[in-house]
């Protein structure tokens, strides 16, 4: 199982994700649940880290493991607002569609 940890902030913008486990949807290397959490989060990610105000810290200690952490000025709010809202949907169609592999867990932290 797959469990994935998502803070929001006091504006509901992604504040920190977390993502751990393996779905067991499949064998290693031809997992669809596995690979559908990992290309959005990393994605997700990577379209973040290069954008203007908006401040990306992140680990995958080991397989299975990752978490990132984010900070925004003005300038970076309404873009990682669209990502953010982009990484929650995907991960929430993948977790309604295989919950017996993925859950999503979203609180909003003030």
Same mark, same amino acid.
């Given at each position: 199982m797959i469990r994935v940890d998502v803070a929001l902030d006091e504006a509901g913008l992604l504040k920190s994700c977390s993502v751990q486990g393996h779905a067991g949807a499949g064998e290693r290397g031809n997992d669809i649940v596995c690979a559908a959490v990992s290309v959005l989060s990393r !994605? !997700? =990610? $990577? #379209?973040?880290? +290069? $954008? &203007? +105000? =908006?401040s990306v810290r992140g680990s995958i200690p080991? $397989? +299975?493991?990752?978490? #990132?952490?984010? /900070?925004? !000025?003005? /300038? +970076? &709010? /309404?873009?990682?607002d669209a990502a953010g809202t982009f990484l929650i949907e995907g991960l929430l169609s993948v977790s309604q569609e295989f919950p017996d592999n993925c859950m999503v867990n979203i609180e909003r932290r003030n």
């Open positions: !994605t !997700t =990610i $990577r #379209v973040l880290s +290069g $954008r &203007k +105000g =908006i080991e $397989r +299975g493991s990752f978490s #990132v952490e984010t /900070e925004y !000025t003005a /300038e +970076g &709010k /309404e873009f990682l």
